[in-house]
């Protein structure tokens, strides 16, 4: 066992058995965090991939969707064919796309040989606000719109451990 963890840094990581080939964790983390809209398309069924693209521009809040293509000059074992033959429309499947859990559960991939790979919408709700919705600083107006008069951030770049770039004249 290993455990996925960005270099350098301390805290949770995600423990997976093949340290050579790890989970794919992008939309499953993603819907983690609280998203409101979570899929993964093919781009070799583009008409199901223009529906997933759609359905995420008309969706209220957050919409991530995860794209697999095929890449054969970094990964040429996967080819278009290995994707054809691995991946399943979550819509045959009746998938629940109102249950948080289930579509984290089925949208992490551990990237085996013979895993089906499933894509689709895995999660979507109408029900939880917004994440603009939820932060006070947005209320009123737009962000770029608001003065930044009596705004300091000093602790909260030396608390990311950011220094201040000096200007020079």
């Not at 990237?111 to 009123?140: D, K």
Request: net charge negative.
């Amino acid at each position: 066992n290993s455990v996925l963890c960005l270099e350098g840094q301390r805290g949770i990581g995600v423990k997976f058995n093949r340290p050579e080939r790890p989970p794919d964790v992008r939309t499953a983390g993603i819907i983690a965090s609280r998203a409101t809209f979570g899929a993964r398309g093919f781009s070799g069924d583009i008409e199901h991939l223009a529906s997933l693209i759609a359905a995420a521009i008309t969706h209220h809040g957050f919409a991530y969707i995860d794209i697999l293509q095929v890449c054969v000059s970094f990964n040429p074992q996967r080819s278009f064919d290995w994707y054809k033959y691995r991946v399943y429309k979550l819509q045959d499947e009746n998938h629940a796309t109102t249950n948080r859990n289930a579509a984290i559960e089925k949208s992490w991939t551990s990237n085996t040989e013979e895993e089906r790979l499933p894509i689709g919408i895995f999660y979507q709700t109408e029900t939880e606000p917004s994440l603009e919705e939820q932060l006070p600083q947005l209320q009123g107006q737009t962000l770029t719109k608001q003065s930044l008069e009596g705004i300091d951030i000093s602790k909260a770049m030396k608390q990311l451990h950011c220094h201040p770039i000096e200007r020079q004249n």
